[in-house]
Every structure is written in C-alpha cells, then in structure tokens.
C-alpha cells in the first residue's frame, strides 16, 4: 500500500474511491491494521505512554529515596532546572529516564508506605514530579519516494526522498521539537505558546508559525533553510551562545559543519520548493549534484565515468511528469554527454 495514499487516509485527504481502497487493505491482514495504528500514532491520539512497574522493585526505590532523602533534595533541583533549559532537555534525555524510572517506582510504592507507616513515622517523604519518559515516532522514506503528514498541532510537512523525520510522542506538551535527516517543507501551525524547533545536522531553526524548507542529507556540507512565508532563527545546537541568524520570506541561510551561518536574499524561491509540487529543478547545479539528486529522486544508481572536473559545465533545468528517459537524454544532451541505462544503473560518460 502506497505510504501517501495512507497519510491522505488520516488526514482526510482521501476521494471516495481511495477510501475504499485503504479500508479494503486494512481489513486484508492483521499486519496492515497494526500498521495503520502505528502512524496514527503522530496524528490524534495524545501523547502519553503506559509504563508497567514491577512492585517489589518500586519498594527498593522507595527504601533507598527514604534513607538518602537529603539527596533527594539535590535531585529535584537539578530536576526542576533542566526543564527549564530546552537545549540541556533535548541532549540529555537519556539521563532524565533513569531518573524518572526511579521516580515512577516511588510513586508505585505509596501503598506500601501505608502498611508500615509506624516504622517510619518521624520520616518526612518528598513529592518528586514525574517527567513521562521520551518516545520517539518516525516517518521515513526510501529513495523514489516523497510523502506528506499532518502532525497532531495541525502542523503539514512535506518529506523529500530518502528523508526521516522524528516526532516524540509528547510532541505538543511543551515546545513541538522534531528532528529531520533529509529534506522538509514545513507549514508550521501558528502556537504563540508553543515555539517550533527543528533539529538538522547539529543545526537548529526556531519558528512560531511559518513556511520554510530545511535541506540536511547527510552526505553534503551544509544545512539548508530557505524561508517562504514569516520569520525563522538559524542556530547551533551544540552552541547556544553562539549568535542565531534571522531568516525572513525570501531569505536562504547555510549552516556549515563547523558552525559558520551565512544568510543570503533569494529571487527564485520556487526553485528550492519546486520539489514538493513534483518537480525536478536544476539551476546552475554541477554534475556530482545532478548525480546524488537523479539517485534520491528515481531510486537509481548514475556513474560518472570519466574526468569530471569542478569546472565541467552546469545544468539548468525543470522535469514535471516525464519518464526518466526523456531527463536522462535531455541532460546528455545539455553537458554535451553520452549515458547508457542498464536496470536500475545509468552511465554518463563524456563525448
């Protein structure tokens, strides 16, 4: 079952006869039900996570928090100190479950104190607040392929190929913080309460509510964050002292690996979005970028056998709706090359 025609099924996208299609797969297996309630997941249901406690472990917790409760002191501060900090929140996550796996076990083991209370009745004992632990969903695509969700804030976000976003199950309880690999349009709801963070390749970019794509493969040297509508910032997040960039409509802004923003005017924004309408756009782009976006966009594989220099020259373009066929001669003939295609393997090789 197609990925997208699912999304569309949740979001109430879908044409009547779509509808049937998706509730005939649904009732064909087990399998494809299970599926289904997984993505639903990041959609309506709200975040929250059953957590089973083993009692006897809960009493242990509880006996060693009675009898080091000066130390619990200490805990709850440093606790309550880095709910405040959103960067010490996101990197130091694995800590905060520990911490709060203990916390849930003392909770459990209220009952028992009521039992033996007279063995413990000069000792005062602290309320800690839980913190629920962090779930992660995500959504992927392979090369190929391209999809769009709705998140649980009413939030759209447009996935490129070979692209992975993930969103914690507690996604709206504080900040709406996602991370992304690959490249995203994002059409942020407006939440003056809930600030908007997208986490990319070391990079972070903060919004209320705006449209702005983030491009962060893995494999190329700087993140990408192109404005279309309001206002984002542009940060490190490893560096939250170094100073943030403000991007406006029609503004692009480059984060490099070692930390350096540079924010530029556009002219042709459509050009870094024409992806989302399904189009392949090429402007100015040198060949070892054709290769690496022919590859992601129509799951082949393109060797280039010969010498390809820096100085090679540049292709622009636009594809909308043609076979592959047709790019590859058109490109072949624009870089003055020959190309074979063999499978799912082109060869450019230079006249």
């Not at 800590?95 to 009952?111: E, K, L, M």
């Not at 063995?119 to 632990?133: G, N, W």
């Not at 983030?214 to 490190?236: H, Q, W």
Request: charged share 25%.
């Amino acid at each position: 079952m197609n990925t997208e025609l699912l999304h569309k099924y949740l979001s109430g996208e879908c044409t009547t006869k779509e509808e049937e299609q998706v509730e005939a797969w649904l009732h064909s297996s087990p399998e494809n039900q299970k599926r289904m309630n997984e993505m639903k997941q990041i959609w309506d249901i709200p975040p929250g996570k059953r957590i089973h406690v083993d009692s006897y472990k809960a009493w242990d917790s509880l006996r060693e928090r009675v009898l080091h409760s000066h130390n619990s002191a200490s805990e709850t501060e440093q606790l309550q100190d880095s709910k405040r900090k959103h960067n010490q929140f996101y990197k130091n996550k694995n800590r905060r479950r520990r911490r709060s796996a203990r916390v849930i076990a003392y909770s459990a083991a209220v009952a028992a104190v009521l039992m033996i209370a007279f063995l413990f009745s000069h000792i005062s004992l602290m309320y800690v607040a839980h913190e629920p632990e962090l779930s992660m969903q995500e959504i992927t695509t392979n090369k190929g392929q391209r999809t769009s969700v709705k998140l649980s804030d009413g939030t759209r976000v447009h996935l490129n190929a070979e692209s992975k976003l993930i969103v914690p199950e507690n996604y709206t309880n504080n900040n709406r913080i996602v991370t992304l690999e690959g490249e995203a349009f994002f059409e942020v709801e407006p939440n003056t309460d809930r600030m908007f963070f997208v986490h990319a390749n070391h990079s972070v970019t903060q919004v209320l509510g705006t449209k702005f794509n983030v491009r962060a493969y893995s494999d190329e040297d700087n993140v990408e964050v192109v404005v279309a509508e309001g206002k984002v910032s542009l940060n490190s997040d490893e560096n939250m002292l170094a100073p943030e960039v403000q991007l406006t409509r029609n503004q692009r802004g480059t984060f490099s690996r070692n930390g350096e923003i540079v924010a530029s005017t556009i002219t042709d924004t459509e050009r870094y979005l024409d992806w989302t309408k399904g189009k392949l756009t090429f402007r100015d782009t040198p060949v070892g970028e054709v290769k690496s976006r022919l590859e992601r966009w129509y799951d082949i594989e393109v060797i280039l056998e010969g010498d390809f220099s820096v100085g090679d020259q540049l292709l622009t373009g636009t594809f909308e709706d043609v076979p592959l066929s047709v790019v590859l001669s058109s490109i072949a003939l624009s870089l003055d090359l020959h190309y074979k295609q063999d499978g799912n393997t082109v060869i450019f090789l230079k006249k």
